[in-house]
Structures are given as C-alpha cells and as structure tokens.
C-alpha cells in the first residue's frame, strides 16, 4: 500500500518568509509525528498527534512554528517568519495506535532558508 | 531529560567484518527499543525493535541487538557486513512515564560504509 507522502520535496525560501509543510500519513494509522533533522544531527522531536486527543507540542521550538492535523488524515506543519537556523529537513511519521509501535517515515521536506 | 548517545558517528568496514554500534539511554524506567536504518537514497526504516522478553532482538537482514538493562544499552550487532548495510543507523527509545508513553528519542546516528 501507499506509504507517508511528504510535499514539497525541497523548499528555498528567504529569511522571514512563512512555509507551509504537507503531509499524508498511511491511511488508517492514528497516531502522526513530526521531526527536524539538521545536518550532522539526530532527529529532533517537534509535535505528535494520537487520534482526537490534543496534540504533545512538547518538541516544537518556538511559538513560530505550529502544525495542525485534520481528522486522522493530512498535516501540515507551518514555520512563520523563517530563519536561517530553521533550515533542516522535516520528517513526518505516522504509526498504527502510538508512540511505541513501528514509525513509517516519509521522504521528507528538505527546507532551505536564506 | 531522556537521552540517546550513539559512540561512533562514522564506521568504515570491509566486507565480512563483523559490525557492533553502540547505543546507550540515559532513563531508568521500563523502555522500547529501536533501530532504524537509513539506506541512501531511501526513507527511514525500522530494522528492529524491542519491548520485552528475551533481550536478544533479531531484525531484517541478519541483524541483531542485545537489551542490557544494567547497562543501559542497545547495541546492534552483524557478524558479517555486506556492501549493501552501507546506511545510516539511529538508535531509539521511548520510555514510559507513570504509565504513558513519551516520545521516541532518537540518536544522532552512525553512518556505516562497507567497503567492497
């Protein structure tokens, strides 16, 4: 079957800018994630959604950055006034029932900021 | 804070070598254990996982790793490397807090290059 879809693959913005992130987690899973990898780094934490219960925002860096997520279905993670640090690539995951059960990631948004 | 070292950022191996990457975890609760691998060119993948019962977790394509609670690691092992393990390897934990679950923890990861 279909796995996580990401899009866009690639995104260059310039400093300040807003960007919107998309992703389609595998249908039927509840539980979706969000992550940031830098370059040389691990991945780093950023927001969880399980189902209808309100979403663990624990990860996210700063109040500009917000995602939302519709149902059990599309994400989208949204970075407001974009800095240069924020360049990273963004991995979405998404995952049958929770946080403990196998992660599907998707391909990934590689966000380059000017 | 929970936290995931992984000892080695870059390994080079010739093939048939046997590989072990190490992986420790800093919480002392009841943990799961992951390894994810990273082949180029393609999307993160589970190569094992462990939550209980024998320690001794065996994966995909020959791969196994070892939970040693006492010392707080995860190590995966191959006794014989192929060119195509070339990838990159994350160790991950999830541990539980008063009986929920947190957030899956990752490492920074080791890049293997196996050498032809």
């Known amino acids: 079957g279909a796995g996580v879809s990401q899009s866009p693959s690639n995104k260059v913005t310039e400093k300040g800018k807003d960007v919107e992130l998309r992703c389609d987690p595998i249908s039927g899973h509840t539980a979706l994630y969000w992550y940031r990898q830098r370059l040389g780094q691990g991945l780093e934490f950023l927001i969880y959604?399980?189902?209808?219960?309100?979403?663990?925002k624990s990860g996210l860096p700063s109040d500009r950055f917000s995602a939302e997520r519709t149902g059990e279905s599309v994400s989208t993670l949204t970075i407001q006034r974009t800095q240069q640090e924020d360049s990273a690539v963004y991995l979405c995951?998404?995952?049958?029932?929770?946080?403990?059960?196998?992660?599907?990631f998707g391909p990934g948004t590689r966000l380059t900021v000017l | 804070a929970q936290s995931v070292s992984q000892h080695n950022h870059h390994v080079i191996l010739s093939e048939a070598a046997s590989l072990e990457l190490g992986c420790n975890y800093s919480y002392g609760g009841t943990v799961n254990l992951f390894w994810y691998v990273q082949y180029p060119g393609q999307h993160l993948q589970l190569l094992l996982k462990y939550f209980s019962g024998d320690p001794l977790v065996k994966g995909i394509k020959g791969f196994e790793a070892e939970f040693i609670k006492s010392k707080f690691s995860f190590n995966l092992r191959k006794p014989s490397v192929q060119w195509s393990d070339t990838a990159e390897y994350f160790c991950a934990v999830n541990a539980y807090y008063g009986g929920s679950q947190g957030n899956l923890i990752f490492g920074k990861g080791t890049k293997l290059s196996v050498k032809p």
């Open positions: 995951a998404s995952s049958f029932w929770g946080s403990s059960d196998t992660q599907y």
């Open positions: 959604f399980q189902g209808n219960s309100a979403p663990d």
